[in-house]
């Protein structure tokens, strides 16, 4: 069992930062791959990727040049700094890990409010 703890969302103005956090339980952190999805609280919408990161970071498009994806193996925690924020990237932000053994874990969601 594997548990992620967010933090870091809030409101922040167009053009901001914030930055995300996210603490995992386990022993075997190195061997996680470990995400950001961000979902919409409305009907019909999915939980899209953000980003992912093994040893290599990978982001999706949108995010490209604005946020960064980063890890800390000793301190079992990753980080997503969001640069130039647009009032698009409004979400509930989750954390995923993906195990080697395939389980996923998911945390409990930030909300990340970009508005003037």
């Known amino acids: 069992q594997v548990q992620l703890v967010e933090s870091g969302g809030g409101l922040v103005q167009p053009g901001g930062s914030l930055r995300l956090t996210c603490l995992a339980s386990?022993?075997?952190?190195?061997?996680?791959?470990m995400g950001w999805y961000r979902e919409a609280p409305a009907p019909g919408k999915s939980r899209e990727l953000v980003a992912t990161i093994f040893i290599g970071p990978y982001y999706v498009d949108s995010v490209k040049g604005r946020f960064t994806l980063s890890r800390d193996n000793a301190k079992s925690t990753v980080y997503l700094q969001m640069d130039s924020l647009k009032p698009e990237d409004t979400d509930v932000y989750y954390c995923r890990a993906n195990l080697p053994g395939g389980e996923i874990y998911w945390g409990q969601g930030t909300q990340v409010t970009v508005s003037s």
């Open positions: 386990g022993s075997d952190f190195s061997r996680y791959v």
